[in-house]
């Protein structure tokens, strides 16, 4: 099955502990990306990996950090830092080639810190 | 900054009748309009996407309308069915910086049996 995954589907977290979100692709895509959705809104951006050991800040990068070390994970952690962390965290990926654009996305990671 | 405008929040129509769902934007680099099908508690799904050089594009019940001098792109769901209930989400992208998407603000629908 090629795809997407995200794991776990919700994770409960205390305030002050910093938690680590899964995303993990076999579509051989090169670029990807997470991003927070909050109840009743869009999608936000956090960050963004184009190849391999390689990344940007996306509109609200603070309080979360992320790698990319092979082309199937990118994970993200949320730290302490960020503020208002439970939120649904969303990672997609996209083939860099040929002019497309379709970006793919997991099913998702619903985050509660209390 | 919201580059990408969406309305309305929300709609409710009857099973077999016409949501229509308008964005507009501002940045006159975007050069690819997709939109984003999405279920509760499930990630969004690729719909129907459409490039600023085509007036309309169908596919099955979707249409996307793009007028491009008004800067505006709308989703129309012909004969819609309760099944189509669903958060839906134009977007917007750019050749450069990693084609990273500006997401509109949603609209959800509900189709009414």
């Known amino acids: 099955d090629g795809g997407i995954t995200q794991s776990p589907k919700y994770l409960f977290r205390k305030e002050g502990q910093n938690v680590t979100l899964s995303c993990e692709q076999n579509l051989n895509h090169d670029a990807m990306y997470w991003y927070r959705q909050d109840p009743g809104q869009g999608l936000r951006l956090i960050y963004y990996s184009q190849i391999v050991n390689d990344f940007q800040k996306g509109d609200i990068a603070e309080g979360y950090s992320v790698s990319r070390e092979k082309k199937e994970s990118f994970p993200l952690t949320v730290t302490s830092a960020q503020k208002n962390p439970t939120a649904f965290y969303l990672c997609a990926s996209r083939l860099r080639a040929g002019g497309r654009y379709e970006q793919y996305f997991g099913p998702g990671t619903r985050l509660t810190v209390t | 900054q919201q580059q990408v405008k969406q309305s309305p929040q929300s709609l409710i129509v009857q099973k077999g009748g016409i949501p229509i769902i308008n964005c507009a934007y501002e940045?006159?680099?975007?050069?690819?309009f997709p939109w984003y099908q999405q279920f509760p508690g499930k990630g969004p799904a690729l719909l129907i996407a459409?490039?600023?050089?085509?007036s309309e594009k169908k596919e099955g019940r979707f249409t996307i309308s793009f007028n491009k001098s008004a800067k505006q792109f709308s989703l129309h769901i012909m004969d819609s069915q309760p099944g189509d209930s669903a958060t839906y989400f134009c977007a917007a992208t750019t050749p450069n910086a990693g084609n990273m998407l500006t997401f509109g603000g949603g609209t959800r629908l509900m189709v009414k049996p």
């Open positions: 459409i490039r600023p050089d085509v």
């Open positions: 940045n006159t680099a975007f050069d690819y």
